[in-house]
């Protein structure tokens, strides 16, 4: 059992807990085939009756004729059963007009109401002698066996659901063989009983068959059996004993294998059919022109044409006699028309069948198309996903309707289909079910970190985030605050009022980074780390987190200022709060990082480590936000930029250039800034190039210029490094770069 559980975690982990449902799922509907309850073969065989609908068999000839006993010919003649005499003349016009074999869908199966020795012993006040004439004279069933003895007649019988009587062995059965593996007996529909006709006919018939037909579950008639077993023996159906007296078979060969009844044999003809020896029939449009009234026929008034070289079948579409059956192509169609679509069906050569092989055929495509469904689907994005499914079930009623256009065969596509549908739902809505967890995980890791807008973005698409790591340009953000020890300090017995002091300025701060579309990666006590430009795209990520930075610095002004004011009117100590950003763009790797307890949606890269070094020498260059040099020159135009040093960082072995944010576009166009960056440009021209004198005099003119104090810091740590440098020049091949000693 420890083993059995192991064993699955295995597979659910390896292929998806989806794909082993739906390997289930495809094990299950093969076992339903294989079972083959009554829902599945109704669905198969509407599909059949589609397939038919769409295109039915089409008459090339019309071998065969109906001689209807019809409404016109019972108004005219008297009303069902009539005499044998009559029946005797029909045989005989029939014949005469050169019929080429006769079948009745009736059968005679008592002896005629109207024979004269019957209406001898039944009429009242008749004198001796006429009764005695009237015994003497033939009877009306011997005339009828007459007439069938003079012309070729297949005499109908039916199977019963009970025996009414025990079999006369004196009266002649169809001679039926048996070639295969397998008898054919357990295979063949059986009848208990066996209603056969009066025994003076029956001797004397050409042939005789079964007229019995078998309805379908829902009462369609899409099968007609060709070899039954009624009371115990083997008979032909009454189309199929027209053809082998017609071919002048003396034995029906019926070939079988293991899986039930192949075909049946006819001298130069064999009539596929399924396990049960029943034919598919292929149903052609209901054609009136191949009926004749039985009335026509004994007043000799019927087109000779439709008699002369046919195959007559006698039988009856009047309503009061209840012979009318529903097809896939008629919803009323008399019985005897079912037995004419036969005979023209295998006549013409036009027959469909259903393979022994169908079976095998339908559960390989199942399987195959299944694993395709399987493997390929999940990987899919919705579109894909709706157009491999639509392509899968185009293939399979494709496939199926090909082999039915070209070669007759009746191969089901509705298993395929079903379980094929079965599993790309599934998948569908394990998919579902997957992004809408994605999508809550996506809210629950990037709600408290972007802006609301965003994460409602990601959470629709997904598949914009990768969270196993992509390598992006992206502008990435530290932000701490100066001094924050010292005013802690001040907080160590008041622990609750520190960390709503940290609350009051680190909500501003990160709202202004959410608002300018950021993603805030972590809190590091007072310092932020943020970034831009994933998860999702932002084409102007240089420029908003440069907005961001000053809109922080706008936000702490607004909140020291409420200090302030709160600690003049509390009498206490006011500390102000003083934020330094460093700002830089370049490669990172992004994704979720951590270990399988917790993870982090997270950057890592040199362009971060450079972002980290600027924010820790704002307070040495006197700037508050301090940028590399791809985010200046991406927000040059839109900033007041200021350069102020080509520095080497600790652990990197290329210079930067950095640069200070003054400003927003309308400081960029002011008077005393141009001035102080001409400045700044001259001093850093002379530093460059060794003009030591060169640059102080810069500094000098600076400080005496508007707004010096801004540049104050800068002026220092140039002077610093001037004199430093005067006493001990630089080697040779300096570039200008200053080696950073920390961090």
């Keep these: 059992m420890k083993r059995l559980k192991i064993l699955r975690r295995w597979f659910a982990r390896k292929l998806g807990i989806a794909r082993v449902m739906c390997l289930a799922l495809l094990v299950l509907f093969a076992g339903a085939r294989l079972w083959d309850p009554p829902p599945i073969q109704e669905l198969r065989l509407r599909t059949f009756d589609m397939f038919q609908l769409i295109d039915p068999r089409h008459k090339a000839a019309r071998p065969v004729t109906i001689v209807d006993i019809d409404d016109k010919s019972l108004a005219e003649l008297g009303q069902w059963p009539w005499p044998r005499t009559r029946i005797a003349d029909l045989i005989q016009n029939l014949t005469n007009n050169g019929a080429v074999a006769i079948g009745f869908d009736v059968v005679f199966s008592e002896a005629d109401r109207l024979n004269p020795d019957l209406v001898a012993s039944q009429m009242r006040d008749l004198d001796d002698a006429t009764r005695a ?42 001679g039926v063989a048996t070639v295969g593996d397998e008898g054919a007996e357990r295979f063949l529909f059986e009848f208990p009983g066996l209603l056969r006709n009066v025994p003076a006919i029956e001797k004397v018939a050409a042939g005789r068959g079964l007229f019995t037909i078998r309805t379908e579950r829902d009462g369609l008639i899409r099968r007609v059996p060709m070899v039954m077993r009624a009371q115990g023996n083997i008979m032909p159906s009454l189309s199929l004993e027209i053809l082998r007296v017609v071919t002048g078979t003396p034995t029906l060969l019926v070939r079988t294998d293991k899986t039930g009844v192949r075909a049946v044999r006819l001298k130069g003809v064999e009539i596929p059919t399924d396990k049960n020896g029943q034919l598919w029939v292929h149903y052609a449009r209901q054609d009136p022109s191949i009926y004749v009234s039985a009335a026509d026929v004994l007043d000799n008034t019927a087109p000779p044409a439709k008699i002369a070289g046919k195959l007559i079948l006698v039988g009856t579409s009047a309503v009061g006699l209840n012979d009318i059956k529903t097809t896939p192509v ?132 997904p598949e914009k985030l990768v969270l196993g790591g992509e390598e992006r340009v992206m502008t990435i953000m530290f932000s701490d605050v100066r001094g924050f020890t ?258």
């Design 133 to 174: 004439k009237l015994r003497e004279l033939p009877s009306n069933d011997q005339i009828l066996a007459d007439a069938i003895k003079r012309s070729r007649v297949v005499l109908g019988e039916t199977g019963q659901r009970a025996i009414a009587a025990e079999i006369d062995k004196s009266l002649p059965f169809t």
């Design 330 to 461: 008629s919803s009323t169609m008399p019985g005897v028309e079912i037995h004419a679509q036969v005979l023209e069906s295998v006549l013409s050569g036009a027959i469909i069948s259903q393979p022994n092989y169908a079976l095998g055929v339908e559960l390989l495509a199942a399987l195959f198309i299944g694993l395709l469904v399987i493997i390929f689907t999940p990987n899919l994005g919705p579109v894909r996903l709706v157009l491999a499914g639509a392509t899968f079930a185009a293939i399979l009623i494709g496939v199926s309707w090909f082999f039915y256009a070209q070669y007759r065969y009746l191969i089901d596509f509705t298993y395929p289909l079903l379980s094929t549908t079965a599993i790309y739902l599934t998948l569908i809505f394990a998919s579902f079910v997957r992004e809408q967890r994605q999508r809550v995980q996506i809210r629950g890791q990037f709600a408290q970190y972007m802006s609301p807008v965003l994460v409602e973005q990601l959470a629709q698409s």
């Design 486 to 743: 010292t005013i802690s300090e001040t907080y160590k017995h008041d622990p609750q009022g520190l960390i709503a002091l940290m609350n009051r300025f680190l909500t501003p701060l990160t709202d202004v980074i959410i608002d300018q579309k950021g993603y805030i990666d972590k809190y590091m006590g007072d310092a932020i780390m943020a970034f831009w430009n994933a998860p999702l795209d932002d084409a102007e990520h240089e420029i908003n987190a440069c907005e961001a930075a000053i809109q922080m610095l706008e936000r702490i002004d607004a909140v020291n200022k409420e200090r302030e004011q709160e600690a003049t009117d509390g009498g206490h100590v006011y500390i102000p709060l003083n934020v330094g950003i460093g700002l830089n763009t370049g490669i990172g790797v992004v994704g979720n990082m951590g270990s399988d307890l917790k993870k982090n949606y997270s950057v890592l890269g040199d362009s971060v480590n450079l972002a980290s070094r600027l924010e820790g020498q704002s307070k040495e260059y006197g700037f508050p936000i301090i940028v590399g040099s791809r985010t200046a020159l991406a927000a040059k135009d839109k900033f007041a930029i200021l350069e102020l040093d080509f520095i080497m960082v600790k652990g990197k072995t290329e210079p930067e250039v950095i640069y200070a944010i003054a400003g927003r576009d309308d400081v960029m166009q002011s008077g005393p800034f141009q001035r102080l960056r001409n400045i700044t440009i001259e001093m850093l021209s002379c530093y460059r190039s060794r003009d030591w004198q060169g640059a102080l005099d810069a500094i000098e003119r600076g400080r005496r210029s508007d707004d010096a104090d801004t540049l104050e810091k800068l002026f220092k740590l140039y002077e610093v490094r001037i004199k430093d440098f005067q006493l001990n020049p630089p080697a040779e091949g300096w570039t200008g770069a200053y080696a950073l000693l920390t961090k």
